[in-house]
């Protein structure tokens, strides 16, 4: 019956116009985009002790690609940094709008913007999308991260317009055994490397094959300085290989 009830919307063109709901409340154009969301890549963002991180597969899905050129997070501000999940290129235009509103802010006021601004501004124009004839909802969900005056903020939004705060979450392909893996072994004590440390064992295991350094891009935003931080590739291979090397000697002390 649940699989019938969809097809019957869709042959009666619930599923053609954003701004029609079909007969049991559901916006289908909003939920394909959310599905489009759970076919992205993997992202991680965890709040530490001394700071907010970001953590993306970027998904190399062809060897001849130049993985430096495939940009899977980006810097809003000085303090800072989003990602996301979906179409990247829907994530591009969110990312622009607030890198020019947080340079407005700037300007004005004279003072770094605070990343709920940021997250309204984002999430409002998400949520008109989803209520305008003639648009389509934006196929992309985005966790934004960063310090400001109130102290260290993760937010995530989705395409529907709804935002939500967390101390670590994850959106993409991986989103349910990520979150699985976070909901038992995420501390609020953790420092940035710790937590760097859990969010590449929880994204690793989460992802089939080819796993390595390449595909992985990671951002720190520190308390103390309030600066984006990207963290080089040799630092994530040497943890990556610390990583594997422990689990071989783990396995060798239960033989």
């Known amino acids: 019956m649940s699989e019938v009830q969809p097809l019957q919307h869709q042959m009666m063109g619930y599923d053609r116009a954003i701004t029609m709901f079909s007969?049991?409340?559901?916006l289908l154009q909003?939920?394909?985009a959310k599905k489009t969301v759970r076919q992205g890549s993997t992202a991680i963002g965890m709040i530490c002790k001394d700071g907010v991180l970001l953590l993306t597969d970027k998904r190399?899905?062809?060897k001849l690609i130049v993985a430096e050129s495939v940009e899977k997070i980006w810097q809003v501000d000085d303090h800072i940094a989003m990602t996301g999940a979906g179409i990247l290129s829907d994530a591009r235009i969110l990312v622009e709008r607030a890198q020019i509103k947080a340079q407005e802010h700037k300007v004005t006021f004279d003072s770094p913007i605070d990343v709920l601004t940021i997250v309204r501004d984002i999430a409002n124009l998400k949520q008109m999308c989803t209520q305008s004839g003639g648009l389509r909802p934006f196929g992309?969900?985005?966790?934004i991260a960063g310090v400001d005056e109130t102290g260290v903020k993760l937010f995530e939004t989705d395409p529907t317009g709804i935002y939500f705060q967390y101390k670590a979450t994850a959106i993409g392909e991986g989103e349910v055994e990520v979150k699985n893996i976070l909901?038992?072994?995420y501390k609020e004590t953790l420092t940035l490397e710790d937590g760097m440390k859990l969010a590449l064992y929880a994204l690793k295991k989460s992802v089939s094959d080819g796993f390595d350094a390449e595909r992985i891009d990671?951002?720190?935003i520190t308390v103390d300085k309030r600066e984006y931080q990207k963290i080089p590739k040799d630092k994530i291979a040497k943890?990556?290989?610390s990583m594997e090397s422990g689990s071989k000697e783990g396995s060798k002390k239960k033989q």
């Open 183 to 185: 909901t038992k072994e």
């Open 239 to 241: 943890m990556l290989a």
């Open 30 to 32: 909003v939920e394909y």
């Open 60 to 62: 190399i899905v062809d």
């Open 218 to 220: 990671c951002v720190f």
């Open 23 to 26: 007969p049991d409340g559901r």
């Open 140 to 143: 992309v969900s985005l966790l």
